[in-house]
């Protein structure tokens, strides 16, 4: 395991790249990584997140969906949140969605049906109508927020405008993938740079005149909002809309069983080249929406479906150079400069190593000739060396021992694995300028202070001029200087003003996440703002004796472990760091935290489980619990509410401990009433 100071520094910057990615793949419809490398940045940060629970409890990649909205057209709240799908590369991963299936629901049946359709590299979009009438058509926004996009639909004729049959629900909402067809897009390729920008880039003409003219397509793939439900399966749902004169994908299949799934996404690769759209893959899902619903969904995606992709592109070429970066929270990172290579159609130039471990592992040098493969990372990652090309001379890479900054580097000690960590960091915090510059780029982002018109480049360039060197500085510059800067007009100045005085006024959880605290992500300092509920009593971590306090306190919080713990205690033990956020704070209006609470049978109470459950798994339990209005802990303490005791093997110190607090046992058998009451 790698260590949890770089892994996490590591961990954040390739989420913020992602989020990137997001913006420039839904809303601007410019990526600037193929398809292959975006799935795998993010198939990379899964796995990391697996394989390191303290990640997890970061949250960080709790909400990641699409990228939120622009302002170009009017907003709305999706009725269903449009999640986005985590994705499978093999057969193994395919092995492991039946596995975490059946273990959720609790059954051995290994012939769950699976619902097969190709995956359309297009533009995701959703349809409403009532009683019949299509009345909002909106883009995916960022999952839960959409842009309106209602008459650029309407110019796909093939889009039903009124379903004139007796028995479509009152509401109906569809889910659909807008696309351009390889035949039609030959004709536009001096325009556009491949079919999905097109595609993209006509959905969001403000003139749907425009739209008009370009030959979009769409195939209906699934379902928002329906009252009243009439459909039992996916399946039957597509039969039916079918007749409703919706376009369905004619490559659709019932499956069952891991050798049909297989079959199934090797004849789809085999054939995608004579398909006149573009797919990456099929997208399986449970057939049985009962099922489905069980099942529910995870923060950003269903548990019921998966994208299982075709594989990535690969190419060779050779190592220049090899320089170190510093992250936010001091990784020392290090990434190749190759020979530019084109790999599927983009031309690449870097290639993360990722620490100073793999480069030993796989005796990387400069000089080298690589295979590199479009992954996930700003870059593309390293898959092989070519030894025999090496030159005779060739010299090992001696990973430099100090940061950038001229400070010593360490790599920490694991508390839970008791290995070292694979990156190493510089540990000067604010007081490294390489690190202080990073954290001012995270403190403006979009899920930070989100200010706009300061952009890295822009950080960057500030910088060097002095007009900033640490946040406060944010909320004093010189504008008169700034004007006198290339680039920098009336307009532009005026609008950089306007932002920055929007962004005075935050919430308590964003400014806590925002601060940059290490293993401290947006769902973390959600868990924190809550319990400080107000920057006055957040404040008192400052002082050694109250923090000792508070921190003794968070042990009780789910979701804040020891490495949270005593990640907080060391950044508010820098005195530089506690000088940087009082500064901060003098120049905000920080807003007390308010929490959001589902209604349901456990409003505002706080559950426990253990032991094991008859009828569902406790993934199950603990969603329906969550989804009731409960919020689930992972301790016994004081401020538990219930501990619900399945009848298989139930821990005895926990409800010995529970029943020495005085907190309401619920056992299997009264869980089930409940529920069912």
Not at 204 to 233: C, E, H, I, N, W
Not at 265 to 286: A, C, F, N, Q, T
């Amino acid at each position: 395991m790698i260590n949890k100071k770089n892994a996490i520094e590591s961990f954040k910057q390739k989420v913020k790249l992602l989020k990137k990615h997001n913006e420039l793949y839904f809303n601007q419809d410019k990526p600037i990584i193929s398809d292959a490398e975006y799935d795998d940045l993010k198939k990379q940060l899964f796995e990391i997140e697996k394989a390191n629970k303290y990640l997890k409890k970061l949250n960080l990649l709790k909400s990641i969906v699409g990228a939120p909205p622009t302002n170009k057209f009017k907003k709305f709240n999706h009725l269903k949140p449009m999640l986005s799908l985590s994705n499978a590369f093999n057969k193994n991963d395919m092995i492991d969605f039946i596995k975490k299936i059946k273990n959720f629901l609790n059954i051995k049946d290994d012939n769950i049906e699976i619902f097969s359709e190709p995956k359309i590299d297009g533009i995701s979009a959703t349809l409403i109508y009532e009683n019949g009438v299509l009345i909002r058509g909106l883009s995916r926004g960022d999952g839960k927020v959409g842009e309106d996009i209602l008459e650029n639909l309407k110019t796909i004729n093939t889009i039903p405008k009124i379903i004139k049959n007796k028995d479509i629900p009152k509401l109906l909402e569809i889910r659909c993938e807008i696309f351009i067809g390889k035949k039609d897009f030959s004709k536009l390729k001096s325009k556009f740079a491949n079919p999905r920008n097109a595609a993209g880039g006509s959905l969001r003409q403000k003139d749907s005149k425009q739209t008009a003219k370009m030959p979009l397509k769409y195939f209906a793939y699934g379902f928002g909002a329906v009252d009243p439900m009439l459909f039992k399966t996916q399946s039957e749902f597509l039969e039916k809309i079918s007749k409703w004169n919706f376009i369905t994908n004619p490559s659709v299949k019932i499956l069952k069983g891991l050798e049909e799934i297989e079959n199934q996404h090797d004849k789809l690769d085999k054939e995608r080249s004579s398909l006149d759209y573009d797919i990456d893959g099929l997208v399986y899902k449970i057939n049985d929406l009962n099922l489905q619903k069980r099942l529910g969904n995870t923060s950003n995606s269903p548990r019921w479906a998966i994208a299982y992709k075709f594989s990535a592109e690969k190419a060779e070429t050779k190592i220049k150079n090899i320089i170190i970066q510093v992250g936010r929270t001091g990784a020392i990172t290090p990434v190749a400069k190759v020979e530019p290579v084109t790999v599927g159609g983009v031309v690449v130039s870097n290639a993360t190593l990722h620490n100073e471990d793999e480069i030993k592992r796989k005796d990387i040098r400069i000089g080298d000739t690589i295979m590199i493969q479009r992954a996930g990372d700003v870059i593309p990652q390293v898959l092989t060396i070519d030894k025999s090309k090496r030159k005779q001379d060739s010299k090992k890479f001696n990973f430099p021992n100090k940061c950038l900054c001229g400070a010593e580097t360490k790599k920490e000690l694991s508390k839970n694995t008791k290995k070292e960590d694979a990156v190493r960091r510089c540990t000067k915090g604010y007081d490294c300028r390489f690190i202080a510059k990073e954290k001012l780029k995270h403190i403006v982002s979009k899920e930070a202070f989100n200010i706009d018109g300061l952009g890295k480049k822009v950080i960057e360039q500030f910088w060097d001029l002095n007009l900033i060197k640490e946040p406060s500085d944010i909320f004093d510059l010189d504008y008169i200087q700034i004007g006198k800067l290339e680039g920098w007009g009336e307009l532009s100045i005026n609008n950089l003003k306007k932002a920055v005085e929007k962004s005075h006024i935050i919430s308590l959880d964003k400014f806590i996440f925002s601060i940059g605290i290490r293993h401290i992500g947006q769902e973390n300092a959600k868990i924190l703002a809550s319990f400080f509920h107000s920057i006055k009593e957040f404040t008192k971590l400052f002082v050694l004796e109250n923090r000792k306090k508070f921190l003794s306190n968070l042990v009780d919080l789910d979701g804040i472990g020891e490495t949270q713990i005593q990640s907080i205690d060391n950044f508010f033990s820098n005195k530089t760091n506690v000088r940087i956020i009082k500064n901060l704070i003098n120049k905000l209006n920080i807003k007390n935290y308010t929490a959001q609470t589902n209604d349901g049978k456990f409003s505002n109470k706080k559950l426990m489980f253990t032991g094991g459950f008859k009828n569902m798994s406790r993934s199950e339990a603990k969603s329906i619990a969550e989804n009731n209005g409960g919020k689930v802990l992972g301790s016994i303490s004081k401020n538990l509410d219930f501990l619900v005791v399945g009848d298989t093997r139930p821990t005895k110190r926990k409800v010995e401990q529970a029943k020495q607090l005085k907190i309401k046992i619920i056992l299997e058998k009264e869980w089930n009433k409940i529920l069912n009451s």
